[in-house]
């Protein structure tokens, strides 16, 4: 790797030196083997300290006439343009996770963000600095298009800059064009985030990777989709497209979509590996998504937030009651203003990873007639029955893949504008998980973890919105 | 009641049965209930109510789950009964297109893939040959064969001939199975990749096995016909009358690829999802519109289809006349089938039909000689296999239209199509009008008038041409172009037309396919064309080279207006 043999790399995300490149000391690196398309290179490398420097490297990548890709029979080939899409900002608050974060974006050279500035905080104490490396990398959509090209900023911001990322960020980022932030892993919402959202059209996240029950999270998150004014793209939310394509299938069939307004009760399981005096430390972010959905587009309201089931009684012998190991798991209510729906997420053991989704069943009572929907997954396919009064309906297979990071993330910067669906979706997800908390906290001190439940729980913390406030 | 059993590795079935309990009783009353207090008394409280109620209580029209997925529907299982099955058209389009979107997991998992033809083949055989024309025409190669497996597997064949009665009762039986098999659930769609000759012999047959009901709970049942739909006016009035005794209207997709190319699709996103254009879409900013489908190729082996085809039938008739239909039209009310095509109609019948003594000046044809071609030598028309050596067929023609309405009126269309020209390039070039008064006179090049080329092929996209000042002490302009390309913008491959238009076949979504009416003006206007030239001596054929422009003729047709064909 380029940066390990000069020993002088910043210490955040990395990508490695592509095959058929070589590097050249602090700025174009030479092409010695044909581009072929669909495969970026490494075309530019250098370093700078400060912000000045990073945009005069930025000034120089694209004032170098001879930079060149040699095609298979088209020699000479001048670089045609940097793409102008879009600016993407992550946040990598560990050296593995921009790393990981790196690669990923690396794969979409040509295919999306015209400039990526990778930030890792590093020692807050101590005077500011900023540690850069600039990279610019090329592809060749296909042979017949013109060569496309993006550039990386790994950046790591020590000392006063690293708590004012925003002020770090801001300059670099590409004028007029949309802004997306990716958060990978656990966004600190209580911390420093605030001002990066000022700057964002779109904030992305995966909700499965939050770390414990991923609940809080979730209510820090839906404040921020209730300010309707930043987009939020979430891989948990749209890793299941698949299971909802299926459940919206079913009530494609008018006979059957007349049941819809009539749910009675949902119900999802979903995989855990809780041991038993730990039992809900899973992250149900997935199953609840399932829930929100639901409810946001049947316009149910949430009458009761979730809460633990009731602990399974134990026998006198101390040894857990029968039943124990399905019994354990999250109750919820729904409710349009005439009938409720009851709501059980509950978790089973199962290999599969914490927090996957492994079956979601549906109950509606339509005048004396009961539907039953139970959908389910396997491999890459959905699976969808139904029974009408106890017959079976309908029986429907859909194949669909699951999506790896890299689909999601091109998939969250080529979606424009905000989905008003995933909207109300985290939105009612945070109202399921206890209720929104809206950001900016203002308050580092006493931050969402600082507050005791009954903080939480607290309508004075809450302005009224149905979004509650930070604590003072 | 049945209870849906617990699948391999998945949760227990005991979940169906949560501990909690709706708050309130779940079924309405069957009676009158006693007034509750919180029943609004003033037309504040029942206004208030109402605010709180739900928009979409009550009966549910449409599935409010279904906003914001993918597609606004998945495709109902369905069979995809393909006639001509072992033909150019299914194997080079149809196939490729069906193949790509199982990839893409864009097909129903119940899906079987039907081909019939006169070949004496079987599952298997039928299965090679597909594989090897896909290894050949498949938009992403090489084949996934995970996909090639699960989609070869829902493949099968069956021998007939169109004429034979027997096999269509065959063919009945077959499908039948197929729904118990595959569980196609009595969907079907018969796509007819088949000569034109064909299409009432086999839609009659359909109907006398009754191949065409739709009955309640048994499915639905499409036919997708491929153009050319007739050969003039009359003849496409009576095969849609055929047609139309078997299928109604509803039931029948008449495909004109051209409709399912990304940009085209784009083209009513351009016009009317974007605020600066249609202001000055219309007769005061707009001095004219060109609309070109030059092809490289000549006629492929095909000759004798084209002595009866010719460049009006086969591109005039229908990709031209539908591209300036949807320049021309105006904003539909909704984005739905009927109210497009509504659009699309009134624009043909405000095209005016041409005159006999109008079409000598204001339609140019040509054919083409020997020439080189891609830096290859080519044959002229009259060589090419199966082509008359004293043949007046036409293979390029150029006609200047004009859309009699509020909007369009004054303003030519020039149209133009052609085989074996320079180069390969479809567009739709619309030329704004001069600014009123020259203020940059002192400059060296006058700047030429703003044109937004929308390039359909290749290299889709969009271009507006303006004038620019050149950086320097003086105020010389000249023109520079804002380019957009899809490959640079997106850079993700569109999908082929097919794929899109039997995607939407099969989702029952005829926006992109054309109205009987609308063939049928369409030959309303070329009939006239074709009539004058019957009337007049023979032309002087060739009388362009191939691997050029196109013939003087076309040239003279636009010079004579003061203007000139953009340099495709």
Redesign the interface.
Same mark, same amino acid.
């Given at each position: 790797m380029a940066t390990g043999r000069n020993g002088n790399a910043p210490s955040g995300g990395r990508s490695a030196d592509l095959p058929g490149t070589r590097q050249v000391q602090g700025g174009p690196i030479a092409i010695e083997g044909a581009g072929r398309p669909g495969e970026p290179s490494l075309r530019w490398k250098s370093r700078a300290r400060s912000i000045e420097q990073i945009e005069q490297e930025l000034v120089r990548i694209w004032a170098q006439p001879n930079l060149t890709a040699v095609v298979e029979g088209a020699p000479g080939r001048h670089i045609a343009a940097r793409t102008s899409v879009m600016n993407l900002v992550v946040v990598a608050r560990r050296p593995e996770t921009a790393q990981r974060a790196a690669a990923t974006i690396q794969m979409l050279t040509g295919r999306h963000p015209s400039r990526t500035i990778i930030v890792s905080p590093a020692d807050p104490d101590g005077p500011s600095w900023i540690d850069a490396q600039i990279e610019a990398h090329c592809m060749l959509p296909r042979d017949s298009a013109p060569e496309v090209c993006a550039e990386t900023i790994f950046m790591t911001v020590g000392g006063d800059a690293g708590r004012h990322a925003a002020a770090v960020v801001a300059p670099l980022l590409v004028h007029d064009l949309p802004v997306t932030l990716w958060w990978p892993g656990n966004p600190p919402f209580r911390w420093g985030i605030t001002d990066l959202l000022d700057l964002a059209d779109r904030l992305v996240v995966d909700g499965s990777s939050w770390s414990e029950n991923g609940l809080d999270r979730l209510r820090y998150l839906a404040g921020i989709a209730s300010l309707d004014r930043i987009a939020i793209f979430d891989f948990a939310l749209v890793r299941q497209s698949r299971w909802r394509e299926a459940i919206a299938s079913v009530f494609d069939h008018p006979e059957l979509l007349a049941y819809l307004r009539h749910l009675r009760r949902v119900a999802v399981t979903y995989a855990s590996h809780d041991q038993a005096d730990e039992p809900l430390g899973t992250n149900v972010v997935k199953p609840v998504y399932h829930v929100a959905w639901l409810a946001s587009r049947l316009d149910l309201g949430v009458r009761k937030a979730l809460e633990p089931e009731p602990t399974a009684r134990r026998a006198p012998s101390g040894r857990a009651a029968r039943g124990l190991a399905t019994r354990r798991g999250w109750t919820a209510s729904l409710g349009d203003g005439r009938a409720g729906t009851g709501v059980v997420i509950r978790p089973i053991g199962s290999s599969m990873p914490g927090g996957t989704t492994l079956r979601l069943e549906l109950l509606a009572e339509r005048r004396g007639s009961e539907l039953r929907v139970d959908v389910t997954a396997e491999a890459e396919i959905v699976r969808a029955r139904v029974w009408r009064d106890g017959v079976e309906a309908l029986d429907r297979h859909f194949q669909a893949p699951r999506r790896t990071d890299l689909n999601l993330l091109a998939e969250a910067i080529e979606a424009g504008g905000r989905d008003p669906v995933a909207q109300a979706t985290i939105r009612c997800a945070g109202e399921l998980a206890g209720g929104p908390i809206a950001p900016p906290l203002e308050s580092h001190d006493a931050g969402y973890h600082g507050r005791s439940e009954s903080q939480r729980a607290d309508p004075r913390h809450n302005d009224g919105s149905g979004v509650a406030s930070p604590p003072p | 009641? &049945?209870?849906?059993r617990s699948?391999? !590795?998945? %949760? *227990?079935p005991? #979940?169906?049965e949560?501990? #909690? +309990?709706?708050?309130?009783?779940? @079924?309405?009353p069957t009676h009158p209930a006693p007034r509750p207090r919180e029943m609004p008394r003033t037309m504040r409280e029942l206004r208030m109510q109402r605010e +709180?109620?739900? +928009?979409? &209580? !009550?009966?549910?029209l449409e /599935?409010?789950?279904? *906003? !914001?997925?993918?597609l606004e529907? #998945?495709p @109902?299982?369905a069979a995809f009964v393909l006639f001509g099955a072992t033909g150019d058209l299914a194997h080079r389009k149809v196939i490729p297109a069906l193949y790509q979107l199982w990839r893409t /997991?864009l097909l129903?998992? *119940?899906f079987c893939l039907v081909g019939l033809a006169r070949r004496d083949y079987d599952d298997d055989d039928f299965r090679a040959m597909i594989r090897t024309t896909l290894e050949d025409h498949a938009r992403i190669r090489p084949l996934d064969e995970t996909a090639w497996r $699960?989609f070869s597997e829902r493949v099968v064949y069956q021998r007939l001939e169109f004429g034979d009665a027997a096999a269509y009762d065959a063919l009945a039986v077959a499908l039948d199975e197929r729904d118990r098999v595959k &569980?196609t659930r009595g969907n079907r769609l018969f796509y007819l990749a088949t000569q034109p000759s064909a299409f009432a012999e086999i839609v009659g047959q359909l109907g006398r096995v009754g191949l065409d009901h739709e009955v309640h709970g048994g499915g639905w049942r499409r036919i997708v016909i491929e153009k050319p739909f007739g050969h003039d006016r009359e003849s496409a009035y009576r095969l849609n009358r055929e047609v139309g005794k078997v299928f109604r209207e509803s039931q029948i997709y008449r495909i004109d690829h051209y409709l399912g190319k990304e940009t085209v699709r784009n083209l009513l996103v351009f016009r009317f999802g974007n605020g600066i254009f249609e202001p000055i879409w219309n007769r005061r900013h707009i001095d004219h519109v060109q609309i070109t489908v030059a092809e490289t190729i000549g006629v492929e082996g095909r000759g004798q289809f084209y002595e009866e085809t010719g460049a009006v039938r086969d591109v005039l008739q229908n990709h031209l006349l539908q591209l300036l239909a949807l320049v021309a039209m105006e904003p539909p009310a909704t984005f739905e089938a009927d109210a497009l095509r509504d659009e699309k109609l009134k624009v043909l019948r405000a095209v005016a039909e041409p005159r006999e003594r109008d079409v000598a000046r204001d339609v140019a044809r040509g054919q083409y000689g020997p020439g080189w071609v891609n830096g290859v030598p080519v044959l002229g028309y009259r060589q090419e296999p199966d082509v008359d050596p004293d043949s007046e067929t036409e293979t390029y023609v150029a006609a200047r239209l004009e859309v009699e309405d509020w909007r369009w009126s004054g303003v030519p269309f020039y149209l133009r199509t052609g085989k074996r020209l320079s180069k390969r390039a479809t567009e739709i070039s619309i030329q704004f009008k001069e600014v009123p008064h020259k203020l940059f006179q002192e400059s060296v090049s006058d700047p030429e008038p703003n044109v937004l080329a929308i390039r359909i092929q290749? @290299?889709e996209g969009i271009m507006l041409r303006f004038g620019a000042k050149i950086p320097g002490l003086g105020t010389e302009v000249r023109s520079v172009t804002m380019d957009f390309?899809y !490959? $640079? %913008?997106? &850079? #993700?491959d569109s999908p082929d037309a097919y794929e899109t238009l039997i995607l939407d076949a099969l989702l029952g979504d005829a926006s992109l396919f054309t109205r009987a009416d609308e063939v049928e003006q369409a030959w309303g206007i070329v009939d006239p064309i074709i009539d004058s030239w019957a009337n007049m001596p023979a032309p002087d054929f060739p009388n362009y080279e191939a691997g050029t422009f196109g013939p003087p003729e076309a040239e003279a047709l636009i010079e004579r207006d003061g203007r000139r064909w953009r340099r495709i």
């Amino acid at each position: 790797m380029a940066t390990g043999r000069n020993g002088n790399a910043p210490s955040g995300g990395r990508s490695a030196d592509l095959p058929g490149t070589r590097q050249v000391q602090g700025g174009p690196i030479a092409i010695e083997g044909a581009g072929r398309p669909g495969e970026p290179s490494l075309r530019w490398k250098s370093r700078a300290r400060s912000i000045e420097q990073i945009e005069q490297e930025l000034v120089r990548i694209w004032a170098q006439p001879n930079l060149t890709a040699v095609v298979e029979g088209a020699p000479g080939r001048h670089i045609a343009a940097r793409t102008s899409v879009m600016n993407l900002v992550v946040v990598a608050r560990r050296p593995e996770t921009a790393q990981r974060a790196a690669a990923t974006i690396q794969m979409l050279t040509g295919r999306h963000p015209s400039r990526t500035i990778i930030v890792s905080p590093a020692d807050p104490d101590g005077p500011s600095w900023i540690d850069a490396q600039i990279e610019a990398h090329c592809m060749l959509p296909r042979d017949s298009a013109p060569e496309v090209c993006a550039e990386t900023i790994f950046m790591t911001v020590g000392g006063d800059a690293g708590r004012h990322a925003a002020a770090v960020v801001a300059p670099l980022l590409v004028h007029d064009l949309p802004v997306t932030l990716w958060w990978p892993g656990n966004p600190p919402f209580r911390w420093g985030i605030t001002d990066l959202l000022d700057l964002a059209d779109r904030l992305v996240v995966d909700g499965s990777s939050w770390s414990e029950n991923g609940l809080d999270r979730l209510r820090y998150l839906a404040g921020i989709a209730s300010l309707d004014r930043i987009a939020i793209f979430d891989f948990a939310l749209v890793r299941q497209s698949r299971w909802r394509e299926a459940i919206a299938s079913v009530f494609d069939h008018p006979e059957l979509l007349a049941y819809l307004r009539h749910l009675r009760r949902v119900a999802v399981t979903y995989a855990s590996h809780d041991q038993a005096d730990e039992p809900l430390g899973t992250n149900v972010v997935k199953p609840v998504y399932h829930v929100a959905w639901l409810a946001s587009r049947l316009d149910l309201g949430v009458r009761k937030a979730l809460e633990p089931e009731p602990t399974a009684r134990r026998a006198p012998s101390g040894r857990a009651a029968r039943g124990l190991a399905t019994r354990r798991g999250w109750t919820a209510s729904l409710g349009d203003g005439r009938a409720g729906t009851g709501v059980v997420i509950r978790p089973i053991g199962s290999s599969m990873p914490g927090g996957t989704t492994l079956r979601l069943e549906l109950l509606a009572e339509r005048r004396g007639s009961e539907l039953r929907v139970d959908v389910t997954a396997e491999a890459e396919i959905v699976r969808a029955r139904v029974w009408r009064d106890g017959v079976e309906a309908l029986d429907r297979h859909f194949q669909a893949p699951r999506r790896t990071d890299l689909n999601l993330l091109a998939e969250a910067i080529e979606a424009g504008g905000r989905d008003p669906v995933a909207q109300a979706t985290i939105r009612c997800a945070g109202e399921l998980a206890g209720g929104p908390i809206a950001p900016p906290l203002e308050s580092h001190d006493a931050g969402y973890h600082g507050r005791s439940e009954s903080q939480r729980a607290d309508p004075r913390h809450n302005d009224g919105s149905g979004v509650a406030s930070p604590p003072p | 009641m &049945a209870r849906p059993r617990s699948q391999p !590795g998945t %949760a *227990e079935p005991e #979940v169906v049965e949560p501990q #909690v +309990r709706p708050e309130t009783e779940p @079924d309405l009353p069957t009676h009158p209930a006693p007034r509750p207090r919180e029943m609004p008394r003033t037309m504040r409280e029942l206004r208030m109510q109402r605010e +709180r109620r739900p +928009r979409t &209580a !009550g009966q549910p029209l449409e /599935n409010p789950l279904r *906003e !914001g997925l993918r597609l606004e529907r #998945v495709p @109902d299982p369905a069979a995809f009964v393909l006639f001509g099955a072992t033909g150019d058209l299914a194997h080079r389009k149809v196939i490729p297109a069906l193949y790509q979107l199982w990839r893409t /997991n864009l097909l129903p998992h *119940e899906f079987c893939l039907v081909g019939l033809a006169r070949r004496d083949y079987d599952d298997d055989d039928f299965r090679a040959m597909i594989r090897t024309t896909l290894e050949d025409h498949a938009r992403i190669r090489p084949l996934d064969e995970t996909a090639w497996r $699960s989609f070869s597997e829902r493949v099968v064949y069956q021998r007939l001939e169109f004429g034979d009665a027997a096999a269509y009762d065959a063919l009945a039986v077959a499908l039948d199975e197929r729904d118990r098999v595959k &569980a196609t659930r009595g969907n079907r769609l018969f796509y007819l990749a088949t000569q034109p000759s064909a299409f009432a012999e086999i839609v009659g047959q359909l109907g006398r096995v009754g191949l065409d009901h739709e009955v309640h709970g048994g499915g639905w049942r499409r036919i997708v016909i491929e153009k050319p739909f007739g050969h003039d006016r009359e003849s496409a009035y009576r095969l849609n009358r055929e047609v139309g005794k078997v299928f109604r209207e509803s039931q029948i997709y008449r495909i004109d690829h051209y409709l399912g190319k990304e940009t085209v699709r784009n083209l009513l996103v351009f016009r009317f999802g974007n605020g600066i254009f249609e202001p000055i879409w219309n007769r005061r900013h707009i001095d004219h519109v060109q609309i070109t489908v030059a092809e490289t190729i000549g006629v492929e082996g095909r000759g004798q289809f084209y002595e009866e085809t010719g460049a009006v039938r086969d591109v005039l008739q229908n990709h031209l006349l539908q591209l300036l239909a949807l320049v021309a039209m105006e904003p539909p009310a909704t984005f739905e089938a009927d109210a497009l095509r509504d659009e699309k109609l009134k624009v043909l019948r405000a095209v005016a039909e041409p005159r006999e003594r109008d079409v000598a000046r204001d339609v140019a044809r040509g054919q083409y000689g020997p020439g080189w071609v891609n830096g290859v030598p080519v044959l002229g028309y009259r060589q090419e296999p199966d082509v008359d050596p004293d043949s007046e067929t036409e293979t390029y023609v150029a006609a200047r239209l004009e859309v009699e309405d509020w909007r369009w009126s004054g303003v030519p269309f020039y149209l133009r199509t052609g085989k074996r020209l320079s180069k390969r390039a479809t567009e739709i070039s619309i030329q704004f009008k001069e600014v009123p008064h020259k203020l940059f006179q002192e400059s060296v090049s006058d700047p030429e008038p703003n044109v937004l080329a929308i390039r359909i092929q290749p @290299d889709e996209g969009i271009m507006l041409r303006f004038g620019a000042k050149i950086p320097g002490l003086g105020t010389e302009v000249r023109s520079v172009t804002m380019d957009f390309t899809y !490959g $640079s %913008a997106f &850079a #993700v491959d569109s999908p082929d037309a097919y794929e899109t238009l039997i995607l939407d076949a099969l989702l029952g979504d005829a926006s992109l396919f054309t109205r009987a009416d609308e063939v049928e003006q369409a030959w309303g206007i070329v009939d006239p064309i074709i009539d004058s030239w019957a009337n007049m001596p023979a032309p002087d054929f060739p009388n362009y080279e191939a691997g050029t422009f196109g013939p003087p003729e076309a040239e003279a047709l636009i010079e004579r207006d003061g203007r000139r064909w953009r340099r495709i």
